[in-house]
């Protein structure tokens, strides 16, 4: 038989709260002013000589602008895009001590996580969450990055963390045009800082805190600029080492309790090059790696839930903060990132040219003992996972730089992918340790043997080659009103080979399972883009967009010679409906943006079994609507206060869901009416930075922030469906204080103050019993930087 593992994730939402927000927010917390706009990317951004603002820093009485360049066409302020944009500064990141995105995606309007711990995370924007691979598109720099979930073991969303970045931006809705296929419901961009080329500076911190129900936690970051030949060649390295605690305990191994299992170890660099050989040409290069272990799972039992259990192995009752599990479930990655971007600046134009490789290797453990007994086999066991996958994206691209009305941007682009995963499924021992290597061999069969070491072995190799041609016109009808049209066309062929290397019981006398070539599949699509907007005045615009999203097609693992399954699936797709309006009142002192919109979704990708429930594999089924409304507000009421406002609200449902027939065979599936899992209908983020000058060398900075996310269902089907797990709205709540002396600055900071066991995911089936995901305990701690 195949072996599949079923795990059922979910993840954060929102509550009803803002009664006590006010006085919490005056009192404490860390949270930067998230600007609507970020520095342009394409053109050579010097590098800040310090991560904070100067002690003496002017209050300049209005909200700051800065610039983003997501239209890969011009740099411009934020509030002046047509479309619903938000960008966080580096300089906001450093500020609030930022180390992850997942740290800052709580303030951005529309997105959830749906999140299993490290390596294994997935962006939903808008409450487009469905199987496969990431509905978002993620981009480091110009390297596509966006998760995958080809295979079981794990590897969706990549976690490089954020020290030393030039912006964030996150665009909502779809980017079908100018970023293609995974931007179906949005894309987020991470831009680093690249060289300044003409002075030498740094910076360098240190951190240190505590974590309730964990032990201790550091993180050391820095970076340096290097101008090497003035206004020619410069270069910058960044590095970080970063230790966190686990606060999850074990104490099902029959060896002896371990304690603090989900503790994460991270360590990565990147090393940015620019060389401009003459005046109007730059070329950025760079490399990035990064490294992250963990010993164990994050997932705990709560109290009241009885775990897993069958002769041999008892059941236990679950405990605050404790995993039941009874193997280990070590996790190990490594990131290699490199590239090179080539930007031509011509009279009427500039030609951007980019090719970069994402190099991604996973080593994914997980408890198969539920699965094992679900299966009949009362015998502990683990399942090991390797996977590498190798992405090589390139793109070459002309915007232009006309004096008329009319300009445009278009390209080229190709992809290629490889994915490699294997999985071994072992026998453990009370240490709950493999008791030895995978293999091959009839005589090392655990089922058949009692010495044996393997239950179960297979391969999946899987390529992926896409291409694409795209542009995007705009035409200045007036000096108020613009009119924005794009079309991408899209084309993707799919390859791959199995074979199960040891199948469950060993093979049959004298024979092998041969390879089972999967079916080469090839899709293709065009999809397009309508934007209009008006300035009413040079402090308000108004826009209208539809535009279409779309994600590629799979494959899926095959069961044969058992019992055939469909061999692919085909992309789905949406259509996106919205108007906004943005703008700033009161002198600057006010920036808002607010947009409703509606979504309309086709073909969605979705798990489905087989007829006798054996199997489960990826097919399209249904139609779903969305609709919700987004806003961003930040303002300087009084001087030195900055407070920012941010929320969501989202209606998914499924306009056509499975048959009744579907259903009996998965219980899981959604019908028509029922709400899209792991959506949360209302979620929001109110912060307060107050940073005022003590005296001529320094300034003093109180900030705090509120967080709310709405309950929600871990899964589609509440009828049917005995494995929904509602999980509960949450409140969280975070503070900071910091003197800055110049160079110096020194920060003490509390996160999650009230000690919250926020519900952000559950994992819940009759293979792998409840358990939930929180976030990490109450933590306190101090930070010293130095810039220089």
Known sequence: MSYRVHRKMGRSAASAWLGSASLLVLGMCAAPVYAQGVAPSAQPAPAPASTSPPAAA????????????????????ALSVPGAIQAISGDSLAKAGTIGFIDVAVKIPGLQIQDLGPGDRKYVVRGVNSTGDSTTGVYYDEAVISGSNANDGGGMEADIRLFDMDHVEFLRGPQGTLYGASSESGTIRFVTKKPDMENYGGYATAEGSDTEHGAGN?????????????????????????????????????????KDVNNDDVSGGRINLRFTPIHDLTIDAYYTTQTETSDGSPR?????????????????????????????????????????????????????ATSNQYNRHLQFNFDSTPVLIANGVNIPGETEEPQQRDVTSSEIRYASKFDFPVNFVAGVFRQYETNDLAVHVLKTNAAGLA???????????????????????????????????????????????????GARYFSESLQGNQEQTHPFGGFPAGQNLVVIPDQTETFSKITFKANASYKINPNLMVYVTASEGFRGGGLNAQSQPFEPIPTSYAPDSLWNYEAGLKGKLFDGKLQYSVDGYAILWNNIQQPETTSDGAFTFTGNAGNARITGFEYEFDAKPIQYVTVSFTGSYQDAVL???????????NGTLGVTGDKIANVP????????DYTRPINDTMSWTLAG???????????????????????SAYTLLGARTSINTGPWTATVFVRNLGDDRAQISAINSAQDPLALL???????????????
Request: proline residues 6%.
């Open 435 to 485: 008791v030895g290597p995978f293999s091959e061999a009839n005589d090392e069969d655990a089922l058949s043997n009692p010495n044996g070491t393997t239950f179960f072995g297979r391969i999946d190799n899987r390529t992926t080659t896409e291409y694409a041609a795209f542009t995007e016109v705009t035409w200045d009808v007036t000096p108020k009103f613009q009119i924005v049209g």
């Open 774 to 788: 929180t976030i990490r305990p109450r933590t306190f701690g101090m930070s010293v930087s130095r810039t220089f």
């Open 58 to 77: 002017v209050d300049s009485g209005s909200v700051s602008e800065v610039i983003v360049t997501a239209s890969k066409r011009v740099s411009q302020s």
């Open 681 to 688: 209908p209302f979620q929001a983020n109110l912060s307060l």
């Open 705 to 727: 922030d509120i967080t709310y996310r709405d309950s929600m269902n871990s899964q589609t089907n509440l009828t049917d469906n005995p494995f929904n797990v509602p999980l």
């Open 655 to 665: 306009t056509k869901g499975a048959t009744a027939a579907q259903v009996a065979a």
């Open 218 to 258: 550091y993180n050391f970051n820095g970076a340096v600029n290097l101008p090497i030949i003035k206004d020619v060649l410069a270069l910058r390295v960044v590095g970080w080492r970063v230790s966190d605690s686990g606060f999850i305990d074990q104490p099902r191994i029959a060896t002896g309790e371990l």
């Open 300 to 352: 705990y039992t709560p109290a009241g839930v009885t775990s897993f259990g069958a002769p041999g192995i008892p059941a236990v009752q679950g405990c605050d903060l404790c995993n039941t599990d009874v193997t280990r479930s070590p996790y190990g990655e490594r990131i290699d990132l490199y590239g090179v971007t080539i930007n031509y600046q011509m009279p009427y134009g500039t030609v951007t």
